[in-house]
């Protein structure tokens, strides 16, 4: 049974709650205005392009059916991974959890999280912050602070944090 554009509206709403995140700050990970990711959540949009919603959908952990991913996540271990391709000096997924919930990033470490932020797929790094926020006990609306800082502070070129 396929669910309706204003049923994924409410699970997106749901979600994007759940993970501290304001409706302009979904639409700029997802790429879409503002106003679509609301006009969604209040079941008022008529039309949304597949890919556009896959998209949305992945930035927030939720399957085509609007339902929370099956599988255990792994998003740090990944995020860590990812971050770590290129450099001899390995960022374990327990670092990364360490430096987004504090907003410390050791010298050593501040080219990885270039990487995250800057090459790494946005799904995963939200993914990331949000298995973080539940490992750490700390608010995702405070990670998301600290990765937007370690942002702007790297000077990252993807606008999105």
Known sequence: MFMKLHEIGDQV????????????????????????????ESGVLSDLGYSKLLNLLAI????????????VSKALDIAARTASTSYGLMLSSS????????????????????????????PIVVKA?????TASQTSTRTIMRNVSKFASDL?????VW
């Open 60 to 71: 927030l952990g939720l399957d085509l059916d609007a339902k929370p991913a099956k599988g």
């Open 95 to 122: 670092q990364l959890k360490e430096i987004l919930g504090t907003g410390i990033a050791p010298a050593e470490y501040q080219p990885h999280l270039m990487t995250l932020l800057e090459e790494t797929p946005l």
């Open 13 to 40: 709403k749901e979600a994007r709650a759940a993970l501290g995140l304001t409706q302009a700050q979904v639409a700029k990970l997802a790429g879409l205005s503002r106003t679509t990711v609301n006009q969604l």
């Open 129 to 133: 912050i949000h298995e973080a926020a």
């Open 155 to 159: 000077h990252i070129y993807r606008k």
